[in-house]
Nanobody, 115 residues
Framework: VQLQASGGGLVQAGGSLRLSCAVS????????MGWYRQAPGKQRELVAT????????DYADSVKGRFTISRDNAKNTVYLQMNSLEPEDTANYYC?????????WGQGTQVTVSS
């Protein structure tokens, strides 16, 4: 099973980015999927999660109202729309997926927000 994340980049404060993460190599659809991030010198932290059907989402307080997680099960892909980006959002963003009882991580995509 592989998780391929994309969409990171350099953006000015106040700008937007959309991250994508495609799951491949599994005969089973993912259950809960999510995005985490890790800034230099800090621990990895939860950004957002979404349930299998998309009806339940959870966000870190720091991103509520600015970020939106969504998924397309037909494409086995999870998205993170990030608006009103702040320099504090600078980090390597990782996607995560639970498939049956196994947990998988993507390779990370760097997001850099300049002030």
């Amino acid at each position: 099973v592989q998780l391929q994340a994309s969409g990171g980049g350099l953006v000015q404060a106040g700008g937007s980015l959309r991250l994508s993460c495609a799951v491949s190599g599994s005969d089973f659809g993912a259950n809960t999927m999510g995005w985490y991030r890790q800034a230099p010198g800090k621990q990895r932290e939860l950004v957002a999660t979404i349930s299998r059907g998309g009806g339940s989402t959870d966000y870190a307080d720091s991103v509520k109202g600015r970020f939106t997680i969504s998924r397309d099960n037909a494409k086995n892909t999870v998205y993170l729309q990030m608006n009103s980006l702040e320099p504090e959002d600078t980090a390597n963003y990782y996607c995560n997926a639970w498939i049956r009882l196994n947990n998988y991580w993507g390779q990370g995509t760097q997001v850099t927000v300049s002030s």
